[in-house]
Every structure is written in structure tokens, then in C-alpha cells.
């Protein structure tokens, strides 16, 4: 919408809370932060049946399993075991009774790796993968990819910066300027596209906690986290004429 143009910034700086970090710690790192992703569906369609009578149709419900099981392959053995990636189908739907092998199964997933050229072959793989076993159980498969996110890289310059800021507000000893990059997806990567900065985590782990992941149901932000996220964000402000 033009904010980035005018005026143009300097550099954007973005935090995440993580149950990861003991509260107070932030972690950082240079290069490759978040993951690039992809998100696919997948629609499965054979000749519905009784499934009584399976050999009078097309199994979409047994395809479907089998295309899963050789998505999972996908990264075990076509991509480098030093490189991160990933792939997940948690969602399949398919018949509405247990009496029904149904016409046609439905699948949705997503992908995500540290670097776009992976990510660009993942898609590619998944698609040979999809249709070709879906063909060696009778059934035909269309694959639709959508959505996600570009690959986070925090610029050295500004990771430097977040790292030496952070230091001085919860001390030296509390920042982890190696932390290990994640394959989850974060929008904060469309700004870095366009002007440099750096994506850091804020620490919201309590002694004793349940250590309950995010986007878990269950998960319980630790409000003390809001003072300091705040602080450290207006420090970064402050010490601005600082970032050259």
C-alpha cells in the first residue's frame, strides 16, 4: 500500500514470542531465518463403490493413503540430508459413511524449506509423485499449489544491530545470536523483500512450564513478555542514528 516508499525506511524489525526461550532470552541469527512455503491441495477421483464391492470401483480412499505415504518419501530421498525441509498432509477428507469408498478424496499440505530453489523442487516432486502413484492405483489426481511465504533472511547489518540493542536491555548473556532457524512461515518476509532488517524471538518460556508449543490449543502467552517486547522495540528506535 506505499509504505515502504515514502519515506522509504532505513530497515524493518520484526519480534515473535516463542515458548522455545526461557523468558528474557531473545534469539537471532543471520541468513535464513523462516522457512519459504507452499501450500497444495490435492483431489484424488476414481469410481465410487459399496465397500463391500470394491473391485467394482476405484479405490480413492486407498490411493490417497499411498499418495501420502509417497509424499513422505520426498524428502528423505530426493533432497540433500543437509538441507531443512518438510512436508505435511494433515488434512484428508473422504467418505461420509463407513459403508462408501467415495469418488473422489480430498487432501490438503503444505511445504517449507530454507531456501526458495528447495522449495521450487519440492513443488515439483510433489506433483510427479501425486499423479504418478495415483495412477498405479487405477485413480487419476489433480494438484493445485497456493499461498505461503517467502524465505525469511535477516540482513547481517541489521541482525548485527537487534543483537547489540538486545544486549543492552536483558544483558549480553540472555541473546543467542546463532539460533536455529525454523521451518515455520512468517509474513514479516514480504517487508524483508523490499528493505533490509532482521526477524528476532522474544523468549516467553517460565520456569516450570508446560513448554506448550504455539498454535497448540492449549497454549497461554506469558503477558510479563509485553513490557519487555515493547522495550526492546523502542530501543531499537532510539538507538537508531546507531544503524548506518
Not at 544486549?167 to 518476509?189: C, H, I
Request: hydrophobic letters at 40%; a negative charge.
Amino acid at each position: 500500500d506505499g509504505v515502504l516508499v515514502d519515506p522509504e525506511p532505513r530497515a524493518v524489525f520484526a519480534l515473535h514470542g516463542t515458548p522455545s526461550l526461557p523468558f528474557g532470552q531473545v534469539g537471532l541469527r543471520y541468513g535464513p531465518m523462516m522457512a519459504s512455503s507452499r501450500y497444495f491441495s490435492i483431489t484424488i477421483t476414481g469410481r465410487g463403490t459399496h465397500a463391500a464391492m470394491p473391485h467394482k470401483g476405484v479405490d480413492t480412499v486407498l490411493a490417497a493413503c499411498h499418495v501420502v505415504c509417497a509424499i513422505h518419501t520426498i524428502v528423505s530421498r530426493n533432497v540433500n540430508p543437509m538441507e531443512a525441509a518438510v512436508i505435511s498432509v494433515p488434512k484428508i477428507e473422504g467418505a461420509k459413511a463407513p459403508n462408501v469408498i467415495p469418488a473422489e478424496v480430498h487432501l490438503e499440505g503444505t511445504l517449507r524449506a530454507l531456501s526458495n530453489a528447495t522449495r521450487d523442487f519440492l513443488e515439483k516432486r510433489v506433483q510427479e509423485v501425486v499423479i504418478k502413484t495415483a495412477e498405479a492405483y487405477g485413480a487419476e489426481a489433480v494438484v493445485e499449489f497456493y499461498g505461503g511465504y517467502p524465505l525469511l533472511e535477516n540482513d547481517r547489518k541489521c541482525c548485527d544491530y537487534v543483537a547489540a540493542t538486545a544486549a543492552g536491555v536483558v544483558g549480553e548473556e540472555n541473546v543467542r545470536r546463532n539460533y536455529s532457524p525454523s521451518l515455520g512461515a512468517e509474513d514479516f518476509a514480504f517487508y524483508l523483500e523490499k528493505v533490509a532488517g532482521a526477524f528476532y524471538w522474544l523468549g516467553l518460556g517460565v520456569e516450570g512450564g508446560t513448554d506448550t508449543p504455539l498454535h497448540n490449543p492449549c497454549f497461554d502467552f506469558n503477558d510479563d513478555a509485553i513490557k519487555l517486547g515493547i522495550a526492546l522495540h523502542c530501543h531499537l528506535i532510539f538507538r537508531a542514528h546507531s544503524l548506518q
